[in-house]
């Protein structure tokens, strides 16, 4: 029991005591997914996409999760929206560019989303941060084409530059402030079996951002919680169906206490 | 047994018979799981929302329902085309103003479908049914700020000046045509761990609507039913994955000799 | 075992050993269903709708899969776009006509992507196939009103008219190309019972086209294991829950050995 794992622990516990109102601007493919995450988390999710009302949601939101995945520009437009309000409330902003690097759209809007909002976090594997970080790119789709250890100094370079921190997630996840990096051992190959558990971390990074404001120890204590919960999935089922159903399951049962023992955050 | 319970499992029955075609314009979140819902009652699930074919749809549907959930521009004038189309006609139309009060844009635009079309039932939770009876308010989200019973003076006006049924649904839901009441006692905690559980009761009183013109009646068998079905769903499992598998299955098992022995409603 | 089951069962492992890159434009309700269904194959799935990427996604995609379920404009634009670019790349193209004959608005839409772009399969039920081969129709919703056997005769000659490949399913699937025809006798009657089973398959089936160029067999193929994998996952569970969980784990787990085994493909 680490020092990073009790404070993980405590976070946690905050997320359930506070049930953070966390706003979406999500993709279809992940919205049902990721508001039953957030929901058997502890946080109380809402998802709302329209401009109309994104000063009043966004008001309302203690977190607001951008992703870009099945972007159109409707949704473009909600999030720019929806951005400028949480960053002038001063809410944690985590942002996912989901297949940022397959199509200059999606590097262009991730892109545009960190220069017009102050985003705090941004989560994305390792083609995803690099994409973001060069600002262009080729990868394979919305996979990741590259191991996470190669996105690790451009990740620490963005995160410098943007103030921001940057968490390139895969079988190790790196999340760097730019000058501090803390590495999460945690989770299981069974997670890359389900669509979406990339997008769900980003959701959970948004809930923990949203009850402490370290934003570094709060995204690597969500990367970690999710991580055991799937550790613990993966021990129920191995095939997709029954562990993606086994993965909200035991976001629900896992513990501070689980948190504290078994998270493997490392400086 | 009650007579209110006989009721309940002839209106059960008489769905599974005529296999009611329910046309849904509903939230990207729970439309999936909406369909699986309706589709293991044994009613036929459609859903669609562009204006260019809601006169086309809306006139094959045996009920129309309209959830505004992830609203935007677009979706409200496919409802309101399809609210036209069904008011002509004399379906069943079932109104889930979710999130209302949290936003003026939703609020409004449930009071103005209420406005355009005739609505045969509305069903929210505590704050949404307050905020559309005062055509304003604020809630925390789409969550329940409220407790049902502050409603319920609220529920039986709206539904007398509307000449509709209120559903104000929580640990007891509350059914009023303004004049006559009906508590129905059934469901479990455990619902409130999915995401929408309350947008899948909506859809089933529009099912139960379909067969059974009187929808004081209709409204409260489909919530009883749903209630019976989460029961047992809670007997198999409290953690929310599984008990959301669950509950599908559910919805496919109970038979109508369940509801006739288990139902729990009170004039 | 058939000769045409040991070719199912090859087509089965190239799909897991060259994991194609399939691009779906699909519809809200089952576009989670159908990326965890391709990536429990061992496909690799991307959705993406907007207009202004379409050129780029469809130019990274091994196959394309059109699906006009909860249809709208600015989707039929993704659409024809992208079926463009996936028509001049020469990769596979599978349409499935979600709801043709329901309204004209969908059976229209379906003809004109026939029009525009060269589409390699088609794949509906009796009465979406009888709708896209008369240009007209009425069905119930998207129900299955007609029998398979209905729509034999104008497979056939929409598959030769087309120079395509029309997959009628059913209980029997009928897959023709207009001189030949393979009939699919797997499957389950669960497999009904939850929504978007028909997407599934088709998705699959745009796997499968994307690593065998002879669509006949590649669509028969791919057909055969699916309703495989729904008869192992009916031994499981016969409640549409837990069948439906059930179904995802056996697309993971069947392997081209139970394919060899247990297709039932009959010329």
Redesign the interface.
Known sequence: MSSHAEKAAHNLALVREKRP?V?NIT???????T??AL??LGA???????V??ME??AS??DALVLNI??????WIEGMRAAGGVASRRGIPIVLDPV?AG?????TDTAVRLLDECRVTVLRGNASEVLAVARGAGGT????AAHRVEDAIEAAGELAARRRMVVAATGAVDHVTDGSRTLRVLNGHPSMG????SGCTATAIVGAFCAVNTRALEATAAALAFFGIAGEHAARR?R????F??????L???IRPDHVADEARIEA
């Open positions: 109102l706003h993709n279809y493919v992940v919205m049902q997914y508001a039953n929901l058997a109380s999710p809402v998802m709302a996409h329209a109309e009302e009043a949601m309302l939101a995945g099945t972007l159109s520009g409707p297949g397959a199509t200059r759209f999606r394979r789709g919305v996979d079996l389900i669509t979406g089922s095939l997709p169906g029954t993606g159903t086994a993965l909200i399951d976001l629900h049962a």
